[in-house]
């Protein structure tokens, strides 16, 4: 493997790019409080891109190195790939240049003795399971490290390391007449006990609340509250539409000054990628190709204002500051909403979704709530067993964003956002 | 393409790697895999030929009599004293959680010694002859319709599978390969819209013989979209294409027999084996000897060779998918569902290729017998609640049917929601044709992704529909 770059060096290549990411797990895995399974893992996945510059045009071609190859075998694979490269003709571009780098995400976890770090990822969550009639069933504890380096011919060699613990949990109540249960999926860079606990507790209590609830009287038109997962989720989708990648390949709907927003009565939606966002796993300091990335904003006042994404896309679309190729990492303008405005009218605060489906091409936003928080005007009661759907144009136009704000996973931004007049069945 | 070279020059090492660890743990494996897979891809402006997402690498599963314990990692090549060692020390715990660790009883490891192959005829095609063929498909969409087609991708997939299994008194090998074949057409008038086609087989030859039948259903597909609507939320009598009734299988009661959620005591099915839970004219299977599809292996990542589980007979619900641990743990045969996203990852009891059994209906008369109502195609997504029994399955379209007609008015895309018994209770009429999908990802709830079929007869069911 050493010799790697000394043997892409000497192909005859017009260009290469190596991507490394060494990884070292441990993980635990629960039956009830039981554990069940204990794993580790000490791994290397290694990609290699080979640019050859043939007829005006680049091609290039991408192939997997493994820790059981030798150099008689990467050579081949090297050689393999050029040819493989010369058989692509695609417009011309340059690979990202020079810069060396690294770099540590923020954590509290890089020095720990796993095993040590687990055990105490397991106490906090645990540390929850106190609400009488209520369980976590399952619970698996990933703890990661990793070291992602790239390199590439005109001198960029880029490393980050990250430490990052997932979480699933299975929150879970019983009563005599039924057991119910809700997903709960939290990651994190820096470990804080009480947070995970407050985390899991704040699922607890919901899990109850779904063994109580029950489906309110439908059809009924009424303003539906998402929660920062699921405002992270409408969001992504606005913003993948806006990947250099989708616009060269005519694949996006909106173009740099449509305005999504055009007529509404709501809070203009205004929103960034960012390269770092504190506590998020998927934060980066350079993207794919090793560029340093350039936090963007894709919509501001409800207009695209930008498009984001890798350095070739970018190149071809004749971009000045290409940004690279952003985490969905989003941070959201606050907007104006008060606690006073939302009681103001009945609601249902969707607190469970099976998965919120967004799609741009049919304007349609909806989805299976599996529990919510109905105020119907007088008292809020948990629902369940309810779907949503609305005309997504009509939600853009007249959504509110809450003055208050949180950061939570991959999203800052306004804690709650409304969505007015939706149908429920 | 025969069996991985790579891996047959490692038998020797797995077999030592096993005889060290047995002196640490009553019960020990080691799964090595090889898999190679190429995207060969050609759009509008671009084209591709690369490496997929492959493995090869080694997982060490291991019994120390009462629990389970995993190792993965890239080479085995070495001392295996040493390399013991050092996994017997990575998979400690702390001493505090020695007390939670749970017992079951010893794993059974039956001895058998055996070699799987299946052909296919990747070897009859090289990279170049690939991308030439998607770049007159490409080309070929996007003449059909000049005006409207604004980039057509054609992509094939094929991948290939070697993974050898050694333990004490088991050695066996399995070689096979599945590739497949997608159309997209970005389409605009007036309205921007994606239409797909979808191919699967383990013969690239049929697939070349198959998309080349479908540029034409592919554009067409495009030009409805772009006057399809949205639906108007409601109940509905629906008639579901094979895709649909898939779709259903997979997320009503697949996930929901995946018998480490039984374990778990995640999953409802578990209080229902032997009852009713579906209309009596319903029958489902799953099993990597069950069909002949994108999931047909001959022994899972535990070493247990194929099996077709009937899930449901005639209604009843019948029996449940297994992995090695959630077998043990329940005192049940494993079913040979257990599956890994890699080597990298853990086993699971995970579906494989999942179908109704076709029935005695035909589709005209199938469509004939709904007033109002519609017909559902081609998978988008679904998600599973095998917990409360919900369902979400969303449909890239439908088609309006009238008085017993289909007619010339699509809707998308549509989503399906509901109860699972209610929506199993009411199939009332089952075709007689049948078809198995094998293009699909199924993660287990938002990871550990595998590829699965699914499929079945044209289902009538009622359902809600937004």
Known sequence: MSDLKRLLENAGLDGWRVSETATESYELFFVHKNLETVRATDTVTTQVTVYVDHDGKRGDSTFSVYGSMTGEDLKAKIQAAAARAKLVFNEPYELPEGGELEVSLPTNMDTADMKALGREIADAVFAADTVPGGSINACEIFLYRDTLRVRNSRGIDKKQHVCRVMIEAIPTFTTEQESVELYEDHRFTTFEPEKVTAEIARRMREVRDRSLAVKPQTPLTVNVLLRPQEIHSLLSELAYDANYADVYSHANLHQVGDDLQENGDGDKLTFCLKAILPGCEESSYFDGDGMALTDTCILQDGVVKNNYGASRFGQYLGVKEISGNLPMNISLSAGTLTEQEIQAAPYIEAA???????????????????????????????????????????????????????????YEGPERLMMKNVAIL | MPFSAYLNSKRDDCRALVEALGKHFAFVSVLGTDVSATVIRADRKSSAVQDGRGECGFVVKMHDGRSFFEYSLDDISGDKEALAEKIVAAVQVDDSLKGRMISTAALADEPLKEDFARESDFADYSDEQLLTLCRELSQELLQKD?????????????????????????????HYGWANGYLVVVYNDEKLVQARHVEGEDHIG?????????????????????????????????????????????????????????????????????????????????????AHSVASYFFDDDGVLAHDTQIIKDGILAAGLSDLASATQLGTAPTGN????????????????????????KLEDMIASVKHGYMLFETNNGMEDPKNWQIQCTAEYGIEIVDGKLTDHYVSPVVMSGSVPDLLKSISMVSDNWKVIGSGMCGKGYKEWVRVSDGGPNLKVRVKLG
């Open chain 2, 206 to 290: 049929l697939i070349i013989e198959n998309l080349r039948k479908h540029t034409d259903g592919v554009i067409d597909l495009a030009r409805h979209l772009t006057r399809a609507t949205a639906i108007e939320p409601g109940v509905y009598d629906v008639i579901t294409d094979s895709s649909i009734s898939g779709l259903i299988a997979h997320e009503a009661f697949g996930h929901g027999v995946e018998m480490d959620q039984f374990v778990k005591d995640r999953a409802l099915a578990k209080l229902f084996v032997g009852q009713y839970v579906a209309s009596p004219i319903t029958n489902m299977h799953d099993g990597a000897a069950a």
């Open chain 1, 352 to 410: 469970s979704l099976s998965g919120l489906q967004v799609d741009l091409y049919n304007d349609y936003i909806g989805g299976e709530i599996r529990l919510a928080y109905y105020y119907d005007g007088q008292e809020i009661r948990p629902v369940t067993g309810i779907t949503m759907s609305a005309k997504l144009s009509d939600v853009l136009s007249h959504l509110r964003l809450t003055a208050k704000t949180c950061v939570e996973g991959a």
């Open chain 2, 146 to 174: 000049p005006q409207h087609v604004l980039n057509a991708i054609a992509m094939i997939q094929p991948y290939t599978v070697s993974k050898l299994f050694v333990s004490r008194n088991r050695e066996l090998s399995q």
């Open chain 2, 338 to 361: 257990g599956r890994r996203d890699s080597y990298k990852r853990k086993a699971y009891a995970r579906m494989t290729n999942t179908f109704f059994e076709p029935g005695q209906d």
